[in-house]
């Protein structure tokens, strides 16, 4: 098992690296720069024109370790590193789609919300049932920390794992807004489930050999996306994280981990949906300088210090590791 996990760990890295450089050099030539929102901070119009659709970089390193490392885990029947790449695959399509559109109109807004959440409540419905029907997921819903099941209905489990899944993709993609930030803060959550998989045992490799290949392509998408990058992963890297992490909670049966795993997601997204709100009931005034908070911090919220996105992606990474710690303790002892 360490083995396993150890090559597609490293696969994964390598590829993404190997393929990173070319791939850039195309974006460039096909003229796929991002364009920038003029709400934002000023510094971010220096911005304009890095290659968007990065994400297509991790995602390789993903599709490859998943074809190779994982092939001997389906021929033995365990498809579930299958069914999260294909449910993060279809996502990535989904976010290939709005990225199109906002490099077809030249601006900074693509796929209508409507269309999107139509388009990702469909597929994570689709995921759901067929996870269930395979028997990957079970009727419980599991709790952690207090370490038992509570049953409910299917009607009612398909209608919060939709909620939790089109939840989770959209907070990651919220959160992708400074260089390196939703890369960095997923890394730890990625840890989580590789750390889970030594912890639960040879009964999920499967899952935990796509934990690791998205570690890896991750590490090797920083090398591009970190300060100051030089592609950004775009809504086709962001709702294929977002879609890769709500499916392994999920595929490891713990959906309800994600409030604490996720917390740097549930707060980015928490924070704008504060700002909305405030903004409308008192027509005009707000609560952060800019929402999501990393904007926040970036243009001196609270203590008046101007967060450096450098110093923006070791805060949240640091945030995302302490409570992808917390959470590993409460599944610890589940079996």
Known sequence: MTLKMTVAFVLAFMVAVIVGRPYITWLRKMKAGQEIKEIGPKWHASKAGTPTMGGFIFIAGCIVVCLTTGTSLALKGDYRHLFVLLFALIFGAIGFLDDWEKLRKKQNTGLSAKAKFLLQLFASIVFIFFMRRMGYIRTGLYIPF?????????????????????????????????????????????????????????????????????????????????????????????????????????????????????IVFIWETLSDIIQVSYFKLTHGKRVFKMAPFHHHLEMGGWTGKKWKETELFCLFTGVSLVFAIISFLGVYNRF
């Open 146 to 262: 207090w370490n038992f099941e509570v049953h409910i209905p299917e009607v009612l489990y398909l209608i919060f794992a939709a909620f939790v899944i089109v939840g989770t993709v959209n907070a990651v993609n919220i959160t992708d807004g400074v260089d390196g930030l939703a890369s960095g803060t997923s890394l730890p959550v990625c840890l989580f489930f590789v750390f889970v998989t030594f912890r639960w045992g040879e009964a999920y490799l499967a899952p935990g050999i796509f934990a690791s290949a998205l570690l890896g392509g991750l590490i090797g998408f920083l090398v591009y996306n970190f300060h100051p990058a030089k592609c950004f992963m775009g809504d086709t890297g962001s709702l294929f994280l977002g879609g890769a992490i709500s499916a392994l909670a999920f595929t490891y049966d713990m959906p309800l981990i994600l409030v604490t795993l996720g």
